[in-house]
């Protein structure tokens, strides 16, 4: 802790040096800066969370004191062990995981059911069909109308899979696109969830 602490010190020095030093429209170099110290902060606060974590400060705690749940402090600051091999796991989401989600939504939302199934790992492709695909979002629209809006997705990293959670607005309806990316980019569970999640 002591190490983020003096590393986020000297980006504030470094700061305030250079407005004192820096002509008035150098404003990128002090954003920039500016961007430094907030990673800096953020290190800081990590290594006060991993601290109060040894200690033994429960995630209720944790999440409390940070202004968010117990699971989002988790996803954010926690270092789960992989179960199976006893090693830390990758929390890191894919990068593109977003724009996967929206593809899947579009598809579904314009009937390209194929597009959606190719795109199945072999668990999936094993349990739900093509067809079944097409009978579930046709009972959807049959109960809250067409898609009228999707949102920015949630997404966290949950063991070996990217998981989104998309709210979607409809006619008549709100739900939830839940959607499980594998790193390979094939999708690994597909849920439509009546209301937003939270």
């Given at each position: 802790m002591t190490e983020s602490i003096r590393a986020l010190k000297e980006h504030l020095d470094a700061l305030l040096a250079s407005r004192v030093l820096a002509r008035d429209e150098d404003w990128a170099a002090s954003i920039g800066r500016a961007v430094r110290?907030?990673?800096?902060a953020d290190d800081v606060v990590?290594?006060?969370?991993?601290?109060?974590?040894?200690?033994?400060?429960?995630?209720h705690v944790i999440g409390g004191a940070l202004g968010v749940s117990r699971q989002a402090a988790f996803q954010r600051y926690g270092r789960p062990t992989d179960p199976?091999?006893?090693?830390?796991?990758?929390t890191t989401p894919l990068p593109e995981a977003a724009k996967l989600a929206a593809s899947v939504i579009d598809d579904l939302a314009s009937g390209n059911w194929s597009r959606v199934t190719e795109r199945f790992d072999?668990?999936?492709?094993?349990?739900l069909s093509e067809d079944a695909l097409a009978a579930a979002w046709a009972q959807i629209v049959g109960l809250s109308g067409a898609l009228e809006e999707r949102r920015e997705p949630e997404i966290t990293r949950a063991g070996d899979v990217t998981v989104t959670n998309t709210p979607l607005v409809l006619e008549a309806g709100d739900y939830t696109a839940r959607i499980a990316f594998r790193d390979d980019r094939t999708i690994a569970?597909?849920?439509i969830l009546e209301g937003p999640t939270s």
């Open positions: 110290i907030q990673a800096a990590r290594a006060v969370v991993q601290q109060a974590r040894q200690d033994g400060t429960t995630w199976r091999t006893g090693e830390p796991m990758n072999p668990a999936m492709r094993d349990g569970g597909l849920h």
